[in-house]
């Protein structure tokens, strides 16, 4: 499975971007999905995940509110809906997938099988 994230870009506090994470090689609409993000300096961290029928969700408190994943199987693409950005939001977005038939969530990056190639997300204030 190949991950490709886009979307990502320079956007004033206050913005919108929506990322989106294409995947091919193989269907991921048996993959669970999620997003994490990566500032300079800093560890990479947890952002949102999906379940792969997407009706299961989880968010970082961070972004709760302000940010939605979704998924569409038949277009094998996750997508992040990011609104009312914030300066501290700039990072790497990487998006990623695990082979998982279940209804679960997955927090820790190393629960995942797959990556993208991450996609830049600046917030000015």
């Known amino acids: 499975v190949q991950l490709q994230a886009s979307g990502g870009g320079l956007v004033q506090a206050g913005g919108s971007l929506r990322l989106s994470c294409a995947a091919s090689?193989?269907?991921?609409?048996?993959?669970?999905s999620g997003w994490f993000r990566q500032a300079p300096g800093k560890e990479r961290e947890f952002v949102t995940g999906i379940g792969w029928r997407g009706g299961n969700t989880a968010y970082a408190d961070s972004v709760k509110g302000r940010f939605t994943i979704s998924r569409d199987n038949a277009k094998n693409t996750v997508y992040l809906q990011m609104n009312s950005l914030k300066p501290e939001d700039t990072a790497v977005y990487y998006c990623?997938?695990?082979?998982?038939?279940?209804?679960?969530?997955?927090?820790?990056?190393?629960?995942?099988?797959?990556w993208g190639q991450g996609t830049q997300v600046t917030v000015s204030s």
């Open positions: 990623a997938a695990k082979f998982y038939l279940g209804s679960g969530v997955f927090r820790r990056s190393y629960e995942y099988d797959y």
């Open positions: 090689g193989r269907t991921v609409s048996s993959y669970a």
